[in-house]
Each structure stands twice: as C-alpha cells, then as structure tokens.
C-alpha cells in the first residue's frame, strides 16, 4: 500500500454504497416475500460488512497473515452454527 | 509497505542519547525488541486482527444463542420483533455508518500527517457514536417502561406467543454488549483525539490510531448484522 496515496474518494465511494445498501434492505423489509427476505437481508449485510473490513479496515491491502487470520473467525463461526443447528434441528 | 522505516544499525545501544536514533521527529521510540518501525506496526497490526477474531467469536455465542432460539420460535420472534421501532433503528444504523467514515478519514489524515484536520475528523466520529447511544437511551427507556425487558423481568402482556420475551432477552443482551463497545470505543477515540492535538502522531507514527479505527469498524460491522436481524425480521 502507498501511503502517500489519498484514499479520500474510495472512502466517500463506499459511504454512499452502505447507505444505498442500508436503504435498500429497510426497504425490502415491508414487503413480505416469507423466507426470501431474511436472505436478501443477511445478503445485503453481507455485502455491506464485506466493504467495511475490505476498505474502512484496509482488509484489501493489508498483508495475507491479517487477512487469513479474519477469514479464519467466520470459519470458526461458521463451524460453531452448523455444528450447533445440525444438534438442534434434527434431534 | 512504505512507511518510514527506522533502522537500527547493527551495533548494540549504548548511550541513552544513541536511543533516539530510534526515534522519529515526533519522539515516537521504537520498542527496543523490534527491528524496525515497520516490524513493530505490522506486531500491532496481527495483534489486534487476534483480538477481533476472539470478538467475533464473543458476539458468535450470542448470534448463535439468536439462530438456535428463531429457528425453534419462529412466530414469537416476529411477533416481538415488532416491537422494536425500525426507523430508530435505521437512522442508528446510517449514524454508526457515518461514524465509521469520519473514523477512516481520520486514520487517513494522520497518515497524511494533517493531525488536524484528523482531530475534526474523530470528533464528527465522537459526535455519531454520541448520538448513537442517545437514540439506544430512548428506545431502552421505551422497552424498560413497557415492561420489555430480559427473562425474569419481562412484565409485557401483550404478546401472544410466550417464547416471544426471549427475543428481548438476546436484544438486550445483543444490543447491551454492542452498546459497551461503543463506550470503549468512544474512550479509545477521545484518546486518539488528544494524540493528535499533542501531536504525537505523524505520517511515520500512525499505528494507535488506525489500531482504534479497526476496533472502531469492527463495532459498525457487528451492528451492520444486530440491525437486521432484530429490527427487520417482521
């Protein structure tokens, strides 16, 4: 990463992107599509925090141990829900 | 990577004055166990994406507590989850939003080394985590009044589903933890603020306050989930 370089357009950029997103999944919430709008929801949230940690925490240009090290708490998570909805649901 | 790097030459320090060889212009020393300054950032760095994993682990027990109890209750969730008001909580989400902008251009400013214009930048950030905990105030009070409150204290008697008071048990347990962090976090931003009017941060020393600027979007990347899921699930 160059430090001398501005990041002030990128950050302006993705401010304007989370609130379209954040606009759009409030707007999504008052219609009913059953099962559908949770996932569009969780969606939208995703792609909303993928661009914070890519851009606002640097995630895109930092070096590959940070990077890997992130990834690694949703793997964790990941493991930690499935494992539990898989006891759960079909006990 | 190019930031300033300090070097140490490969005689042993001897004098006190020697130190601030390791010293940049702003009198930022170097931890003597490291190298180079870019070694002792890159240090800071993996120890606070450490800390944020065991965060998001922390958070993890209680979104997963969130799935397990939904997917077993699905009316009582929503039926309770209309009791939260979504509109506070969209415009918490688009100030916390904010806040984490005015954050990145802070950590962008010092790096720029307009220290000052970084200070502006972490008060507009103070300012939205502020108003942010003013809204959580009114909607706590709402819920406190109504008798919405966790497990034993739940006196509501409007909802139709019994299961529906452990939704308010994990909001206020979800929100309150959220909620902690942002006071933490306010702490840690008025520290920043304070480095940067005494300005003992610089281009060449940046690392506490963009160190504070991840943990702060952190706080805003768990709250991009708690938003949805409490207040949009209808």
Redesign the interface.
């Given at each position: 990463?160059?430090?001398?370089h501005?990041?002030?357009k990128t950050?302006?950029a993705?401010?304007g992107t989370?609130?379209i997103l954040?606009a759009i999944?409030?707007a999504v919430?008052y219609f009913h599509f059953g099962v559908f709008?949770?996932f569009v929801?969780?969606f939208?949230?995703t792609v909303?925090?993928s661009l914070?940690?890519l851009?606002?925490?640097?995630l895109k240009d930092?070096?590959r141990?940070?990077q890997v090290?992130?990834i690694?708490?949703?793997v964790?998570?990941a493991l930690?829900?499935g494992l539990?909805?898989s006891d759960?649901?079909f006990r | 990577?190019?930031?300033n790097q300090i070097t140490i030459a490969a005689e042993p320090v001897q004098s006190a004055s020697e130190v601030h060889l390791r010293n940049d212009r702003k009198g930022h020393v170097v931890p003597h166990h490291f190298e180079t300054a870019t070694q002792a950032y890159?240090a800071s760095?993996?120890g606070v994406?450490?800390f944020?994993?065991t965060e998001?682990?922390m958070f993890?027990?209680l979104?997963?507590a969130y799935?397990?109890f939904r997917?077993?209750n699905p009316q009582a969730f929503a039926e309770a989850s209309h009791h939260l008001d979504?509109v506070m909580g969209?415009i918490n989400?688009?100030v916390l939003?904010?806040s984490?902008?005015t954050?990145?251009?802070a950590v962008?400013e010092t790096?720029?080394d307009r220290v000052k214009r970084a200070s502006y930048f972490l008060l507009a950030t103070l300012f939205f985590a502020s108003v942010f905990l003013v809204i959580k105030y009114f909607e706590y009070t709402h819920k406190i009044h109504a008798g919405l409150l966790p497990a034993g204290y739940f006196t509501y008697e409007g909802l139709s589903h019994e299961k529906g008071k452990l939704f308010f048990s994990l909001y206020f347990l979800m929100t309150g933890l959220h909620g902690s962090h942002v006071l933490v976090g306010m702490g840690l931003i008025f520290w920043m603020f304070l480095k940067c009017r005494f300005k003992s941060l610089s281009?060449t020393y940046f690392t506490p306050v963009e160190m504070v600027?991840?943990f702060w979007?952190?706080v805003?990347?768990i709250w991009?989930?708690l938003?949805?899921?409490l207040?949009?699930?209808?």
């Open positions: 990463m160059n430090v001398h501005d990041h002030n950050y302006l993705v401010f989370l609130l954040t999944t409030v919430s709008n949770i929801a969780m939208v949230a909303k925090g914070v940690c851009y606002f925490m640097h930092d070096n141990v940070n090290v992130f690694s708490a949703f964790f998570l930690f829900i539990t909805l759960v649901l | 990577m190019s930031l890159e760095k993996l994406w450490l944020l994993v998001i682990l993890g027990g979104f997963v799935i397990v997917a077993l979504k969209a989400t688009v939003i904010a984490s902008f954050m990145a251009m962008n790096r720029h281009s600027g991840i979007h952190l805003d990347l991009i989930y938003f949805p899921l207040y949009l699930i209808g």
